[in-house]
């Protein structure tokens, strides 16, 4: 049989083969001719494929390898922004800085995660659905950070029944396996005080969500949870869609503790991929 020419399409089906295996070779979809051989953390493509498949395979692959109980979880953070850095407007106007192909690059890393979280900001400006709907693939469960029950009841995480959704909210945490529901929304005390003004702890989210059997995480917005997650030391990778777009002012994307120096800044192997509507920076932080 000839080798069949991987395009973005195939590529995609064999990338949700891939989700939560290893050292195995899937073979094309609808086939039996291999495609890519998964070794450990690595992966070798057997058939030829183009240019875009290859980009898809590369930064794909290596957030469906399955995390074991008792591994630490694999935590991916996404910002979309504009050339001068910039997430929304002065009044929250965010949508929509990334074009079509930055879109569709989001619901893929929704496919291939078992979690989606946002902050209550983001959620409270977006009322996002935080689904699969661009590409093939099952929707994560979502999450959202709301300690003061800021996010309307109405909205869409809490209504459409597409997906199951925890709300972290403020009160003491009681440890033990969690149980995500079949449907509908949990609430899962866990943010310390009612009052308490801080930004939630990232390790103690990480930690709940674990208890619950989620263990590939996507922090997906908005810029401040991303930023806590950052600045905790916990993400994996890092995507940065940069669109081309200046806006001149509005809210900044990343909120870090300043530096005097450069030697300070913080230098992830980096990745460069045109999307098409956005440039992508895939960001290593695991190196």
């Known amino acids: 049989m000839a080798e069949q020419h991987l395009d973005t399409d195939l590529a995609w089906k ?15 979809p609808g086939g039996e001719q291999p495609a890519i051989k998964l070794n450990g953390r690595g992966w070798q493509l057997l058939n030829d494929a183009t240019r875009d498949a290859r980009e898809l395979f590369e930064l794909f692959l290596p957030l469906c390898r399955p995390v074991s109980e008792g591994e630490a979880p694999r935590v991916i953070g996404q910002l979309g922004q504009s050339l001068d850095g910039r997430i929304a407007t002065v009044t929250g106007c965010s949508r929509f800085i990334n074009g079509d192909d930055g879109i569709t690059h989001l619901h893929r890393i929704r496919a291939v995660s078992d979690a989606v979280v946002v902050g209550a900001g983001t959620a409270v400006a977006d009322n996002p659905r935080l689904t699969v709907r661009r590409v093939a693939g099952r929707n994560p ?14 909205y869409h995480l809490f209504t459409d029944g597409e ?4 709300r972290l909210v403020a009160g003491k945490y009681r440890a033990g396996h969690g149980q995500v529901p079949a449907s509908g929304v949990q609430e899962v005390p866990c943010l310390g005080e009612y009052d308490n003004e801080q930004p939630a702890d990232p390790k103690v989210i990480l ?11 996507f922090i997906e917005g908005g810029g401040v ?10 993400l994996d990778r890092l995507h940065v869609m940069v669109a081309p777009m ?5 809210r900044p994307a990343f909120s ?12 992830p192997t980096a990745t460069l991929v045109n999307l098409g509507t956005d440039m992508l920076f895939d960001l290593n932080f695991s190196d």
């Open 14 to 28: 064999l990338v949700l083969d891939a989700v939560n295996r290893s050292n195995v070779t899937l073979p094309l």
């Open 141 to 154: 469960v979502r999450v959202v950070i709301d300690r003061h029950r800021r996010v309307p009841d109405d």
């Open 163 to 166: 997906a199951p959704t925890i």
């Open 207 to 217: 930690r709940v969500l674990g208890d619950f059997g989620l263990r590939k995480i």
């Open 225 to 234: 949870t991303v930023s806590n997650f950052l600045n905790a030391g916990l």
């Open 246 to 250: 200046i806006i001149g002012s509005g």
């Open 256 to 267: 870090l503790p300043e530096i005097d120096l450069l030697d300070d800044a913080l230098r």
